[in-house]
């Protein structure tokens, strides 16, 4: 089968098309057939040599966790999917899914029915970030009715998603991004929008219960000590960059509580997604569809920044 092979750290010219043995399912597991295939962030970090390169080891490995296609074979014990079922989901996180590839295997448990309303493009784009957002502010944060949320980078691929999750539980949702992004957010259910171009969320933020953290201090603007500042008394900052221990601390003297959330796989979770998404209650954005060999241009697209929702590679027709 094809796979994206990189036989080195480094930038997206590591990156290449080779052909390696085919996986088979072993019992409990699926094979499936991959449609396409989800392009995160963490994918070029762990390219480089950060994300989650320590626990996949030293090259070669294929990158990548979001995958949609089609069950071909089943283990055994397999009792929830059978050949053909269409699914979705983000096998083995943390550890190698080779998602970046023609075929791959996991546990049955790990996937979802893809959502029927999504063609595959559309479906790979929402495990890793999907899951990412709703064990956030569903599973930690506990988000009810009521309270006021606000989502940092709002127009990216968690970030698109946490709004719309966040709208559905009756939150009043505050999110920053470009104002260019503002009109398409506010369609997604965002009722404030802050431009952090041209101003600081904390000086136009208050009262808020809890605050979704997916920017950290990658813009070197001090994202997490100024998202504190605007905690109501008992209020949560949830992270998934992670939270320095000097910000707990900080955060645990002002009476604010902090997680840190790793994303990890949850084919329940999918399934309560994906009738959201059948339902007509979320929506899911993909800027710009690859090919499987243009896998270091979706790389170089994506580090650029300012993704409008998900990037994603199209692995089969």
């Known amino acids: 089968m094809r796979a994206v092979v990189q036989h080195a750290l480094g930038g997206p010219e590591v990156l290449r098309v080779e052909e390696v043995p085919r996986p088979r399912p072993l019992p409990t597991e699926v094979l499936v057939r991959v449609r396409a295939a989800g392009v995160n962030p963490v994918d070029w970090q762990t390219r480089t040599g950060s994300g989650m390169a320590s626990v996949l080891g030293e090259p070669p490995f294929t990158v990548g966790w979001d995958v949609s296609g089609v069950v071909e074979e089943v283990g055994f014990g397999v009792t929830t999917l059978a050949p053909g079922d269409e699914v979705y989901g983000m096998p083995w996180f943390p550890r190698a899914a080779g998602a970046y590839a023609e075929y791959v295997t996991a546990p049955a448990r790990q996937f979802a029915r893809k959502p029927g309303t999504l063609d595959h493009e559309h479906a790979a784009a929402v495990p890793l970030a999907g899951l990412t957002a709703w064990q956030a502010l569903v599973d930690t944060a506990r988000v009810s009715a009521g309270d006021r949320v606000l ?15 966040a709208k559905y539980l009756g939150a009043h949702v505050i999110g920053t991004a470009s ?15 802050v431009d952090y171009t041209s101003q600081r ?11 979704l953290d997916t920017i950290g201090d990658r813009r070197g603007d001090d994202t997490g000590r100024r998202s504190l500042s605007v905690l109501r008394p008992g209020g949560q900052y949830v992270s998934i960059v992670g939270v320095p221990p000097e910000l707990a601390a900080e955060a645990a003297e002002a009476g604010l509580r902090t997680h840190a959330v790793l994303v990890e796989p949850d084919g329940s979770a999918l399934a309560a997604i994906a009738e959201l998404i059948e ?6 954005e993909v800027e710009e569809v690859f090919d499987l060999a243009e896998a270091a241009e979706a790389h170089r697209h994506g580090e650029a920044g300012h993704t409008r929702g998900k990037l994603v590679l199209r692995v089969a027709p």
Not at 179 to 193: I, K, N, T
Not at 201 to 211: C, I, K, T
């Open 179 to 193: 104002a260019p992004r503002h009109a398409w957010l506010g369609q997604l259910g965002a009722d404030e929008l």
């Open 279 to 284: 339902g007509g209650r979320v929506a899911v």
């Open 151 to 165: 989502v940092h980078a709002a127009a990216g691929g968690v970030g698109h998603l946490a709004v719309q999750f």
């Open 201 to 211: 969320f904390e000086e136009v933020v208050r009262d808020v219960d809890v605050v």
